[in-house]
């Protein structure tokens, strides 16, 4: 696959945009878009429109993670801050070949409009490149960035930043990102970026020689000032659990931390910027029907909405828009939830699967090792018989113990069980190719300006449609949505 494509400053006549029609002559909106006598159309920035996107995704954040971590952390009475946005609406997330997307798929068609297959990364459905909302704002010269508490590289800032047929390519999305020269890149994921998954090339290195300032830890971040560009990677592999770093002793920063520091980088430009914010681990933790996990990942998520918001608040030319990709694991508060009893978890099941025991003749885990760790980190006690089925569980059917994340799955399913959390079953999270995600609809939450057609039902090729048409006209309409709500309705991506 080539290198990810640009839009030009003079496009075609129609202004052919990630595969449709992208018409955008009002004079409210970010980009107009007029054809000449030429038959070209020139790409000019709307003055009076959002100077500034911000696009927060809380991946895996359904209602139900919702609910839950709003009960673990203050009870039936108290908010999440994201709950106070003023532009409420629902989110349909479907992919092209499935009633349920993974985040390939789902952040390909917020950030571009498009539907693509399971796994496609900044592709249609034909596995065409197609271009994202940052590429657009990247062109008109503002600046740009993505932050996750995954690896950078990884399926939802990669769907903004790079197109691969296949998501498992984060090395091609690795030299993609260097290519393109994108403002700011803060995550996990070095590996990626090393000379062993670059055929011999560091391109950290390679990054620092286009004048990027490179960060690994919180420290460095914190020192780093407001460089032109600013490259930061605080982990090998994804970001750790916010449950774990203590145990870790982790110098990793926070994701209030990271956003911080992105709006100081893009915002010294007059120009605007445009910036994805992704809290990635919730989607994780609910992978692992991990309550404790996901209360603690969605707080972050939800403290770092409230610092963007109050960021923006003062300005006139900022929208935020806040939402979730997919939900995951079907996740609900149940009444017999034990809220007190997984509040008592201080670590993630990952991290347990890390200390059990490998017994070196069977090639798994030792008896006693999973009963102690159940023990001291879930105050479980696991019978003999529960060890066998959880033995059995965790092997693939060479006889192989899963990965620690998978063993992860299994063991935070048991907590679930045992503590009441609603969750989908570990038997059909195994025969779901996502890995237990479910076709709910998600939320979405936005404020600020042009964010008033945020809202009703929508689809998530629907998106990048209500950004770039934002704020159409003073009396409120806006572009016409999946499922006829608002007026006014121009052509838009994927219609």
């Known amino acids: 696959m080539s290198i990810k494509k640009k839009v030009s400053a003079t496009l075609a006549a ?54 839950i971590a709003r009960l673990l952390e203050s009870g039936k009475t108290g908010d999440l801050f994201m709950e106070s946005l003023e532009n409420v609406g629902m989110m349909r ?36 490149e197609v271009d994202s909302i940052l590429d657009l704002y990247q062109n008109e010269g503002k600046k740009v960035g993505v932050i996750s508490t995954n690896t950078v590289t990884d399926a939802t800032p990669a769907a903004f930043t790079a197109s691969v047929p296949d998501r498992d390519g984060q090395d091609e999305i690795a030299r993609q990102m260097l290519d393109q020269q994108y403002d700011v890149l803060l995550g996990g994921g070095a590996d990626y970026f090393s000379p062993d998954s670059q055929d011999g090339t560091d391109l950290v290195e390679e990054f620092q020689s286009t004048g990027y300032e490179f960060v690994d830890n919180e420290s460095s971040l914190e020192e780093s000032g407001t460089p032109d560009k600013l490259l930061g990677l605080f982990n090998d592999s994804y970001m750790s659990y916010k449950t774990d770093r203590d145990e870790l002793n982790s110098e990793e920063p926070t994701l209030e931390a990271m956003t911080d520091k992105g709006l100081d980088v893009l915002s010294q430009d007059d120009d605007g910027f445009f910036l994805m914010v992704e809290g990635a681990r919730i989607d994780h933790a609910a ?44 996740m609900s508060a149940t009444e017999p939830m034990d809220i007190e009893g997984l509040k008592d978890i201080e670590v993630s099941p990952e991290y347990m699967a890390q200390q059990m025991e490998i017994n070196e003749e069977t090639g798994t885990y030792t008896e006693d090792s999973v009963k102690q760790v159940f023990a001291e980190h879930a105050d479980i006690d696991l019978s003999d018989a529960d060890v066998d089925e959880f033995l059995t569980t965790i092997q693939d059917d060479d006889g192989e113990v899963y990965a620690e994340y998978r063993v992860g799955w299994e063991i935070g399913s048991i907590i679930a069980d045992h503590y009441k959390v609603g969750a989908i079953s570990s038997e059909i999270r195994a025969e779901s190719g996502t890995g237990g995600h479910t076709g709910n609809m998600v939320p979405v939450f936005a404020t600020g300006a042009g964010s008033e057609d945020f809202e009703g039902v929508m689809d998530n090729t629907d998106i990048i449609e209500l950004i770039a048409n934002s704020a159409k006209d003073n009396n409120g309409k806006g572009p016409e949505n999946s499922n006829g709500n608002g007026k006014d309705k121009g052509k838009g991506p994927n219609k």
């Open 14 to 67: 129609g202004a052919i945009f990630s595969g449709s029609m992208f018409a955008l002559t009002s004079d409210h909106s970010p980009l107009s878009i007029t054809a000449d006598e030429k038959q070209e159309s020139n790409v000019e920035v709307d003055k009076k429109s959002p100077k500034n996107v911000i696009v927060m995704v809380g991946d895996g954040l359904g209602v139900g993670q919702m609910e």
């Open 93 to 128: 997330t479907y992919s092209d070949d499935n009633f349920v997307t993974d985040s390939g798929a789902a952040g390909s068609a917020i950030a571009t409009g498009n539907k693509t297959y399971n796994g496609g990364i900044g592709v249609d459905a034909e596995g065409e």
């Open 287 to 330: 992978h692992a029907a991990d309550a404790t996990g996901v209360w603690q990942e969605t707080m972050e998520f939800d403290r770092t909405v409230e610092q963007v918001v109050n960021w923006a608040e003062d300005r006139d030319d900022t929208m935020v828009v806040v939402l979730a990709d997919h939900e995951t694991m079907g």
